[in-house]
């Protein structure tokens, strides 16, 4: 079945550093959405690009269907940054089936 | 008001016990999903509802039903609970079809004793 994998699986910054995550799926997919979540918080959708990049704020999300990749871009990354962001793949047009990786766990440092 | 609402928050159920848990939304989205959460692992996609027609993931197909009596509730049962069921529920709605942006519940956090 679709797989998604995400990397790293945790990373550790200062206040002000920029972050990357990655994201990989196995199939293709027609769009690949960020979600963030806070400790004990709900899954809040951030980003969602068929492909190409997208910007929001201090995110751009950039997805290259073809290699089946997808990333994450934080600038001046800052403390409440800080929780777990996961990537999830949606499949083929018609199917509304979308299928999340395990996360990146981002602690943000003052 | 881009609300899904889940109930209960919490559940707590003993094994071998039915447990049905409840979602809602008022946005009018076409496609609600359930997924399970367990810590340090993907949120699991069991089953989703696109308007009237459910689709259940394979490996979990005879663990989970679910209904969807109209176009803003949907619940999931689970008929005899296992120790293996307890985690962390997630419902979520999209609009239309070809997987658009989906809407999270808080969850419902279901412990089987």
């Known amino acids: 079945g679709q797989q998604v994998q995400q990397s790293p699986a945790s990373l550790v910054l200062q206040e002000g550093e920029n972050a990357e995550l990655q994201c990989n799926f196995s199939s293709t997919a027609t769009r690949l959405q960020w979600f963030y979540q806070r400790p004990g918080g709900s899954l809040v959708s951030l980003l969602s690009?068929?492909?190409g990049t997208k910007h929001t704020g201090r995110l751009t999300s950039t997805t290259v269907t073809k290699e089946r990749r997808g990333s994450l871009h934080i600038s001046s990354s800052q403390i409440t940054d800080s929780g777990t962001y996961l990537c999830a793949m949606g499949g083929s047009s018609n199917t509304n089936k979308v299928v999340f990786g395990t996360g990146t766990r981002l602690q943000v440092l003052p | 008001d881009t609300t899904v609402k889940q109930n209960p928050r919490y559940k707590l159920a003993r094994v071998g016990k039915p447990v049905n848990l409840i979602c809602s939304q008022t946005m009018n989205h076409d496609t609600m999903y359930w997924y399970q959460k367990k810590p340090n692992q993907a949120p699991k996609l069991l089953l989703f509802?696109?308007?009237?027609?459910?689709?259940r993931e394979a490996d979990t197909f005879e663990k989970f039903q679910s209904s969807r009596p109209n176009n803003s509730f949907c619940s999931l049962y689970i008929g005899s609970a296992g120790l293996e069921y307890s985690a962390m529920y997630l419902c979520a709605s999209s609009r239309g079809q070809g997987a658009n942006t989906l809407y999270f519940g808080a969850g419902t956090r279901l412990s089987v004793l």
């Open positions: 509802y696109y308007d009237k027609i459910l689709n």
């Open positions: 690009n068929p492909s």
